[in-house]
């Protein structure tokens, strides 16, 4: 039936939205990062919904990548990261919540008019999986431009790259979106890694980006 | 068959991660050194027997034609003068315990990657495999930027990491909606993403989820190019990872990002009601050009000066790529080529004097033509040449990108042209304490070769005082095609 595979992905592509918000308003680096992992569940299940009502197999592939390494691994790597070099402190935004939630509000509704504007032609599906999509992808970069902590950018980056596994897979039919998904999971490998060795050479004492920032070649 | 996997558009691809793997594996350095040049060499080769021999099939995947063969050949000939130059740099860096013999084995292949990544996205016909292609240089350039392991090097590697992920990021969605303008049309499937079709059906796309599309891949692969609002990661970037990698960064990295630009730019020119892609990158070149000028002003550090001339003549390619027309697109085409011949051969004279004076401050570094001439005047001769004085190369596409725009748009001639005189007169200023005067700090000798520089610098002089008539008309091939 029809109507029930669009209201399910419907929903899975809205709770994703939802799920972008809980990030943004999270002050502690561990309760964010379990959202994220939750962030990343609700991903890997509306991929799989969309392989099942797409009938492409294929598509079940991303959507283990999504559970495995980005709700599982990831959260849990971060996680001793944290544990390792001792940051258990709050995150500090640029922004205070309110007026975070606010422009996020608002950036859900300029994506909303822009794609549901631009894809009047396309069916409704592919329509508000766009949409939410494009949501997804600017409360990323929302999170990566409130946020000073190295790591709670790191989380914002990630939610912007399920924004786009989101799109890709809306997009019906959709070539190289598992070896994309893959290309990405690569990069955010590479991140984390590059936050650990960052402390490991113990060249910085913090990964806190405003410290890094104070650092300008040539301005002295 | 096996005739099909000797074919050049292959053997570019081949022979750069075939190096990769085999300087990974062997231990000496100054054999890996070797067999980076050897193999940026044959794939040089194998590029230059694009122009002579038949084209392939164009494929799914892979695509050869007019346009870019220029970008190939150009790529592979600076990757190879550049992986000369590297050879004789890293000596220096070794006997300094810059860098260790590990860290030499690992730059050696991230060079080949690069390589074969950079070609990869220029041979590409499918828009998913470009992006691949394109993350994968963004990659290995992080890794390379973060090489010396030190906290400026680090914070460099990370601004440029989180900025290049975001704009990949904003580029990849771009390219899932061009898909999505597509498949009403072309169908579901690869298809969708062969730019060969595409550009066949553009004319029935919709129009509207072309723009949105077009604007995400102009914010995405532009903070690539290095154009204004999104340039933040460049000078960092150039500024603190080893010299040979500023020189690709600078002549061939930005290119290929202002490559991907240049296709979907023609992808939305062939549809007749979607928005005019001109305008968009003028105001970004044009946007640059003045940003970067006036920042050059304010550079204390060599390399830093350099990467904001980068921005700068980015922005201006960017600038005549986006006037279009067959005098404008000539005249973009050729500064990108001057540009990448003169910055590159720039960086390798600032590697030099680097490595001599031990520092990248401009302040700690005078006289050089008194105490260094050979270095010095090298030096003098490639900001002459990349300030656009005449008779090099730069002055020549320079001069024609404003007057062919001042027939056309005369505002916006007057300000390119301003911001080229700001640019030139902070060039001078810097150059004239860098170069003479009471020579200070180290008068050691240079160690590492001066041909890389100046055979760069005899082609932009050669191309300054005359083209030869095939180049002119393969340029202008291509310059018809690009609209």
């Known amino acids: 039936m029809p109507g029930l595979e669009f209201d399910i992905a419907h929903l899975l592509a809205g709770g994703l939205v939802l799920v972008s918000f809980m990030l943004l308003y999270q002050d502690r680096i561990s309760a964010l990062l379990n959202v994220f992992a939750l962030h990343a569940f609700v991903l890997a299940v509306s991929v799989a919904w969309e392989a099942h009502i797409q009938d492409a197999p294929h598509l079940y592939v991303t959507a283990a990548i999504a559970l495995v390494f980005k709700a599982i691994v990831i959260p849990v790597a971060l996680h001793r990261i944290m544990r390792r070099l001792g940051i258990h402190r709050e995150i500090e935004t640029v922004v205070g919540i309110g007026p975070t939630m606010l422009a996020g509000i608002g950036l859900v509704a300029l994506s909303m008019v822009v794609m549901l504007r631009v894809t009047e032609e396309a069916d409704p599906l592919t329509r508000e999986d766009l949409a939410f999509a494009l949501s997804v ?57 590059g936050i650990f060795l960052f402390r490991i050479r113990e060249r910085f004492d913090t990964v806190d980006v405003l410290v890094l920032d104070q650092y300008r070649g040539d301005r002295q | 068959m096996i005739a099909l996997l000797f074919t050049p558009e292959i053997l570019v691809l081949a022979i750069p991660i075939a190096a990769a793997g085999m300087v990974a594996l062997l231990p000496n350095y100054r054999l890996t050194a070797r067999l980076n040049v050897l193999a940026a060499l044959c794939t040089f080769l194998a590029a230059a027997s694009l122009f002579f021999l038949d084209r392939p099939e164009t494929g799914s995947y892979l695509l050869i034609d007019d346009l870019n063969i220029v970008f190939i050949a150009l790529s592979t000939f600076v990757g190879f003068t550049t992986s000369v130059f590297s050879a004789t740099y890293i000596a220096h860096e070794m006997e300094t315990g810059r860098l260790t013999p590990v860290n030499l084995r690992f730059y050696h292949a991230m060079y080949q990657v690069l390589m074969f990544a950079m070609n990869l996205a220029l041979v590409a016909n499918n828009v998913g495999l470009m992006w691949v292609a394109i993350e994968i240089a963004t990659l290995t350039t992080v890794l390379m930027v973060g090489i010396y392991r030190t906290h400026e090097a680090l914070e460099a590697a990370w601004k440029y990491f989180i900025l290049g992920s975001v704009g990949i990021a904003l580029a990849l969605f771009g390219t899932i909606l061009v898909y999505m303008a597509a498949r009403p049309v072309v169908g ?12 066949k059906e553009s004319v029935y796309f919709e129009p509207e989820l072309l723009n949105v599309a077009f604007v995400f891949l102009l914010l995405g692969y532009g903070t690539k190019v290095g154009l204004a609002p999104v340039h933040a990661w460049l000078p960092d970037a150039h500024a603190e990872g080893p010299t040979p990698i500023s020189a690709v960064l600078s002549g061939l990295l930005l290119n290929v990002a202002l490559y991907a630009v240049l296709r979907f730019k023609m ?127 730069i002055f020549m596409s320079e001069f024609l990108i404003v007057s062919s725009t001042f027939a056309r748009e005369p505002l916006l001639a007057i300000v390119l042209a301003v911001g080229l005189l700001v640019a030139f007169g902070a060039l001078f200023l810097r150059l004239n304490t860098l170069a003479f005067g009471e020579p200070v700090g180290s008068l050691a000798p240079t160690t590492a070769s001066y041909v890389p520089l100046f055979s760069h610098m005899a082609l932009v002089l050669a191309a300054g005082l005359y083209l030869p008539g095939p180049l002119v008309t393969w340029f202008q091939n291509v310059a018809r095609l690009l609209g």
């Open chain 1, 137 to 193: 992808v600017l409360l990323g970069l929302l999170i990566m431009v409130t946020r000073r902590n190295a790591v709670s950018q790191v989380v914002g980056f990630m939610s912007l790259e399920n924004g786009l596994v989101l799109a890709a897979t809306g997009a019906k039919g959709m070539p190289l979106v598992v070896e994309i998904s893959v290309a990405f999971s690569i990069l955010i490998a590479f991140i984390v890694i």
């Open chain 2, 267 to 393: 992808l939305l020119a062939a549809n007749p009601v979607a928005i005019a892609p001109g305008p968009l990158m003028v105001t970004m070149g044009l946007t640059s050009v003045l940003f970067a000028a006036f920042m050059l002003y304010r550079r204390r550090d060599i390399k830093r000066l350099f990467a904001y001339s980068s921005i700068e003549h980015m922005g201006i390619i960017a600038f005549a790529f986006g006037m279009g027309g067959p005098i404008a697109n000539f005249a973009g085409l050729l500064h990108m080529t001057m540009h990448s011949l003169t910055k590159s051969a720039i960086f390798f004279a600032v590697g030099h004097i680097a490595q001599v004076k031990g520092t990248q401050k401009i302040a700690d570094i005078r006289g050089l033509t008194v105490s260094h001439p050979v270095l010095g005047w090298g030096l003098v001769l490639g900001v002459v040449a990349i300030s656009g004085l005449p008779p090099l190369g």
């Open chain 2, 188 to 199: 579901e499937g690869l298809d969708a993403m062969v730019w060969t079709i595409l550009i």
